[in-house]
């Protein structure tokens, strides 16, 4: 288990770092930090509020170090300061309560994605040249080369605008009460399956690409030969000999992927006007909210970290050889 | 298959992506002479559908959307390229240096390129560019050249790793060749299809971040690019006011530029890894059936 102690170590430098950028990007640009970072505020905050969220943001008489240190500690002891916005809202609660729309959105998404991105990579490695590779590869490319927020807005413009088949904001009725009704869920469904076919869209492709070659290069390998010799059916050997150790690779590119997912269901979001950490991002951009902007990298890099620590976790239960190291 | 000293012009991919670039090139080097009227001036009334006037309609403000598809176009391929490039010369360089030179070196640029790779992208630059305030398509070039180089530079290492091992350069070692002089002229040059996929790629992934950032108001709404287009589209309600010609051309200009770009990328890497090609279909069935592969 070293291995997973020395990612877990890992993981709390990178999110030191996010933090790290916090802290000195208001200092950094010109003019003086605590104007920029509660501008937008003006003269609506009451003073105790604003000497408490400089505080928060480690705008404290002392040397720089003493600052980080105090920032270091608010956010660790969970404190990342109250929205300007919504004030007096902590940042914690704003974004919390959009993390579950975004992280049900992404994780369906991945998942989804992640299944049908792989089976059409086995079929079309093993299948190679013939049409039906030839239509997965080609679609992959044209589908992971489009940008997300160009997808939606067509998806949206399609199915939203002109068909009219699904609602095109929110995540559920507005009319309903939340509760866990079949009404309700059904609604939610609802609200949230175009999002997520858009995300899933934008997603495919590139597993498919990633798993296709992954195979191709393994299918010149001797022991899938010795499997094929021993005249064992070709789905044995497609699945069980070729695609088995062809997911490993795929399952690391998976935390890269990652990344793509959380910057895809962001502009997602938006053109859906589905309530996640998207929506409240770019309402924050406009309202230059900067304590939820800074709090969105931060809980998006702590996200990421873990979807990257649960990947690492299934490597070493997928590659045995990990477990001895 | 008939090896050839420039393998691009056999590759259909190749060829298709490579015409689509230079299209949208000659599109937004000859902008003036496409268009007469001026990008960001008000030409007409808000909103108008296309016509012979207005080939592509007006916006909200009544600007004429051809125009400022054309002009946008040189924003877009300026900072696509731009910071493609500057993404590319920072990966490569960090990951020659992190590969040859290995030991300290080494582990300090790489656990630089990891944690950079595990911080999620998209947020980071929202974080910078929303202090940076409305950001011009240069800033935005730079910042993203400054945060996106760590996967090119994972790569390149990884390939670096494997070409070191080479005679070539064990002999230029004896040689007693300085090491940048090996970095330079004996390694960069058998990583060339690598540079070249990370900077194709780079160049995706900078038009596709910049149209993104601008799109989410975190660019300078003046300048004329897809983006901003896509951003003023978006806050004039231009879908549910049913001026579909405002928000799909700037649409559809992305992805047809993002469709061209990675034909040319995977055309690259299958010269690069001739066992993913897809080949001549035709030509191929032969071999498939003589080789029992793709049965199921």
Redesign the interface.
């Known amino acids: 288990m070293a291995f997973l102690l020395r990612r877990l170590c890992?993981?709390l430098?990178?999110f030191v770092?996010?933090a790290t950028?916090?802290f000195f990007?208001?200092r950094l640009?010109p003019g003086d930090p605590v104007q920029?970072m509660f501008s937008s505020a003006g003269a609506e905050l009451p003073p105790e509020s604003l000497q408490a969220l400089k505080l928060t943001f480690g705008f404290v008489d002392g040397p720089l170090w003493q600052q980080y240190l105090t920032y270091l500690g608010s956010i660790f002891s969970g404190d990342l300061g109250r929205s300007i916005k919504y004030f007096p809202l902590p940042v914690t609660t704003v974004l919390g309560n959009a993390l579950v729309w975004t992280v049900g959105l992404m994780g369906t998404a991945t998942i989804v994605s992640f299944a049908l991105g792989t089976f059409l990579g086995i079929?079309a490695a093993?299948?190679?040249?013939?049409?039906f590779?030839?239509i997965v590869?080609v679609g992959a490319?044209?589908a992971?080369?489009?940008?997300?927020?160009?997808t939606s807005?067509?998806v949206?413009?399609t199915f939203?605008?002109t068909l009219g088949w699904f609602p095109?904001g929110y995540s559920a009725d507005p009319a309903l009460d939340p509760a866990f009704t079949f009404e309700y869920l059904g609604s939610v469904l609802y609200h949230g399956i175009l999002p997520m076919l858009t995300l899933c869209a934008v997603l495919t492709g590139g597993f498919a690409v990633t798993m296709r070659?992954n195979m191709?290069?393994l299918l010149?390998e001797d022991y899938i030969v010795m499997a094929r010799a021993k005249g064992l059916s070709?789905t044995r050997v497609?699945l069980w000999y070729a695609a088995r150790n062809a997911l490993l690779p795929t399952v690391s590119s998976l935390a890269?992927a990652?990344?793509t997912v959380?910057?895809g269901s962001?502009?997602t979001e938006?053109?859906f006007n589905y309530p996640g950490l998207g929506n409240i991002?770019?309402q924050a951009?406009?309202a230059?909210d900067?304590p939820v902007?800074?709090g969105?990298?931060l809980i998006?890099?702590a996200?990421?970290?873990i979807a990257?620590f649960v990947v690492d976790v299934s490597y070493v239960l997928l590659d045995p050889r990990l477990k001895r190291a | 298959m008939k090896t050839s000293s420039f393998p691009l012009i056999h590759n259909r991919?190749a060829m298709v992506g490579a015409l689509i670039v230079a299209f949208i090139l000659a599109v937004a080097i000859a902008a003036p002479l496409l268009t007469s009227y001026d990008p960001s001036a008000r030409v007409g009334r808000p909103h108008q559908a296309p016509s012979l006037e207005h080939w592509l309609g007006t916006t909200r403000i009544g600007q004429d959307v051809f125009a400022r598809l054309v002009y946008g176009a040189r924003t877009s391929l300026a900072v696509g390229f731009g910071a493609g490039l500057l993404i590319t010369i920072v990966g490569t360089a960090l990951g020659i240096i992190a590969g040859y030179r290995g030991g300290k070196i080494d582990e300090i640029i790489s656990f630089f390129t990891?944690?950079v790779?595990?911080?999620?992208?998209?947020?980071?630059l929202?974080?910078?560019a929303?202090?940076?305030g409305q950001a011009s398509p240069w800033v935005i070039a730079l910042i993203l050249g400054c945060t996106s180089w760590a996967?090119g530079a994972r790569v390149t290492r990884a390939e670096t790793l494997s070409v070191k091992q080479k005679d070539y350069v064990k002999s230029a070692e004896m040689m007693g060749e300085p090491r940048w002089r090996i970095m330079t002229f004996e390694i960069f040059p058998n990583l060339i299809s690598i540079v070249g996929i990370n900077f194709i790629g780079s160049v995706?992934f900078a038009?596709?971040t910049q149209?993104?950032l601008e799109?989410?108001?975190?660019g300078d709404p003046k300048v004329v690019s897809w983006g901003t287009m896509?951003y003023a589209a978006?806050k004039a309600s231009a879908?549910?006011v049913?001026a579909?010609w405002d928000?799909?051309t700037p649409?559809?200009a992305?992805?047809f530029l993002?469709?061209g770009?990675?034909?040319l990328n995977?055309a690259v890497d299958e010269i690069a890894?001739p066992?993913?090609r897809?080949?001549n279909?035709l030509g191929?069935?032969s071999?498939?059936i003589r080789s029992g592969?793709?049965?199921?």
């Open positions: 890992f993981y430098a990178a770092a996010a950028i916090n990007l208001p640009m920029i079929l093993w299948r190679r040249g013939s049409l590779d030839v590869s490319i044209f992971t080369s489009v940008p997300a927020v160009v807005l067509i949206v413009f939203g605008f095109t070659n191709i290069n010149g070709d497609m890269i990652i990344g959380l910057g962001l502009v938006v053109v991002l770019y951009i406009l230059r900067y902007i800074q969105q990298l998006m890099t996200t990421m970290l990257n | 991919k990891n944690m790779l595990v911080v999620p992208n998209l947020p980071l929202l974080v910078l929303a202090f940076i996967w995706i038009i596709i149209a993104t799109f989410l108001g975190l896509l978006q879908l549910s049913g579909w928000i799909l649409c559809f992305l992805a993002g469709i770009l990675s034909l995977f890894n066992r993913l897809t080949g279909r191929r069935w071999a498939l592969e793709g049965r199921l």
